[in-house]
């Protein structure tokens, strides 16, 4: 397949944008509006090849958000498993096991320190098996973990259950998120003497009802 060069692409791209403009001026607006495949089709383009092209052009720029971290523990780093996972396990740096009995709390080190993109933030939430299975859950959920935070990552685990739960070393005691957080930069804090009102207004805690 061959990619167009910049000045030839640039050509076509003005052709193709000076064919739009008087097909767009011939369209009344009382009419069907053609589909885009069709436009394309009249102006013979390929959708498919342009979508080729496209990925091939784009394959090798590197758009992701960079989070840097250190594992000090023995452990494997931590990873997305899955292509469309949110959040990446985080395991249990401990020496010996920990027992929690019922309701007990525990801050569980982890070996784990982040560098996290300053218009972020590292949300440490609870393992749904963990919190189904056993009632062992985040006591503080979600965690938060500020971009300027450059210490070590511990759990507060909490048993919620009736039974005892071992935490034994090097299990996935809590999952990561790195989330988008509205700061300072971008956010201001405003105070009024009446806010604006809604259909909802103040109702709330269970308001709208149980069905």
């Not at 840097?68 to 740096?93: C, L, Q, V, W």
Request: charged residues 35%; hydrophobic residues 30%.
């Amino acid at each position: 397949m061959n990619i167009l060069g910049d000045e030839e692409l640039e050509e076509t791209m003005k052709e193709t944008l000076k064919k739009l403009q008087e097909m767009s001026a011939g369209v009344d607006d009382k009419e069907d509006h053609s589909t885009d495949e069709k436009i394309f089709e009249s102006l013979g383009l390929d959708l498919e090849e342009l979508k080729k092209m496209q990925e091939q052009n784009f394959s090798d720029i590197d758009n992701k958000i960079e989070i840097s971290f250190r594992n000090t523990s023995n452990f494997e780093d931590p990873k997305y498993n899955h292509k469309d996972d949110s959040g990446f396990d985080i395991r249990a740096n401990i020496e010996d096991d920990i027992i929690l009995s019922s309701l007990d709390r525990e801050l569980i080190p982890t070996g784990l320190f982040f560098k996290i993109h300053e218009d972020y933030e590292l949300q440490i939430r609870p393992r749904s098996g963990l919190a189904a299975k056993h009632g062992i859950t985040v006591l503080n959920t979600p965690g938060t973990v500020d971009s300027n935070y450059r210490g070590e990552i511990k759990i507060i685990l909490v048993n919620l259950s009736k039974e005892e739960y071992t935490i034994k070393r090097g299990d996935r005691i809590a999952q990561g998120v790195i989330c988008y957080a509205l700061k300072e930069r971008w956010s201001r804090l405003k105070k009024v003497k009446k806010l604006t009102s809604t259909t909802r207004n103040s109702g709330g805690f269970g308001s709208t009802g149980k069905n």
